[in-house]
């Protein structure tokens, strides 16, 4: 991905299709560095073979001979993949879209857990303002670094993390409202939304698999290397106004995806 292509794609005019032509891009060009640096670890090898020194090879490449033996290290210094048939500790089904009766429950995920006999638990980690990043920005319609209402949450599955739910509100909108109170909404958020005076008009939801950030491995405890996939979900009025962007990050290797398509109402 060159300049020009990042410059083309920063002026699509839909801002939604700008966020996913981004996405897009990121992923193939970590799979372009990863392929990089294994055709790199190669030409080093055969350097090595060929009686070059680390010295050598490190004052050609402009760096230093300790940086050249991590280059030829590569995925070495991952964990190693769990052998064949190893189960991680615990499966969660997530459908996609969801069906409106389980979302308007008192809570998505302790509704599907309870139905596949799974243990559920959550906890709630943070409530406040916090800057809003390019793809909650862009789903909310407003600029990036503007303050938002963040409602972050982990769930846990038989004990285990298996994914970080946060939803967005503008703080224009939802500021000093129930939404911005501390803990867990009774008898649920889509209730307090509701209560408001806003009516579901339609809602957008985007699938992406990525590498997890520091936070995500920390709170999920994932081994090095583990992939996450995330779902935003940017939800809309009856009249357009953006209501809630709930942003989903599911442990990759312990959730089934089913997807589906649902008829009838749905819910914020």
């Not at 060159?2 to 060009?29: S, V």
């Not at 994914?163 to 503008?170: D, N």
Request: glycine share 8%.
């Amino acid at each position: 991905m060159d300049l020009r292509t990042l410059r083309d794609m920063a002026a699509i005019a839909d801002p939604i299709e700008r966020a996913r032509a981004i996405t897009r891009a990121m992923t193939e060009q970590q799979g372009i560095a990863e392929e990089a640096a294994r055709i790199r670890r190669g030409a080093i090898a055969e350097a090595r073979e060929a009686g070059y020194t680390l010295e050598e090879i490190a004052k050609a490449l402009g760096v230093t001979p300790g940086r050249v033996s991590q280059m030829r290290k590569g995925p070495a210094a991952k964990a190693p993949a769990p052998p064949v048939g190893q189960r991680p500790p615990v499966i969660v089904q997530r459908a996609l879209p969801t069906d409106p009766a389980t979302r308007g429950s008192a809570s998505l995920f302790l509704t599907e857990a309870e139905r596949q006999g799974i243990t559920a638990g959550r906890k709630m980690l943070y409530v406040g303002l916090e800057e809003a990043t390019e793809h909650v920005a862009a789903c909310l319609r407003i600029q990036p670094g503007d303050e938002v209402i963040a409602r972050r949450k982990m769930m846990t599955a038989n004990d285990v993390p298996v994914r970080i739910a946060t939803s967005f509100f503008r703080n224009d909108l939802f500021g000093g409202t129930r939404i911005a109170e501390p803990d867990f909404i009774k008898p649920s958020l889509q209730s307090a939304i509701q209560a408001l005076g806003y009516t579901f008009g339609h809602a957008e939801e985007t699938l992406t698999a990525r590498p997890a950030t520091r936070f995500e491995a920390d709170t999920l405890q994932l081994d090095p290397g583990e992939w996450v996939v995330q779902i935003l979900r940017a939800s809309y009025s009856s009249e357009g106004t953006p209501i809630h962007t709930l942003e989903t990050i599911c442990s990759a290797n312990r959730h089934i995806f089913t997807i589906g398509q649902v008829g009838g109402l749905d819910e914020f």
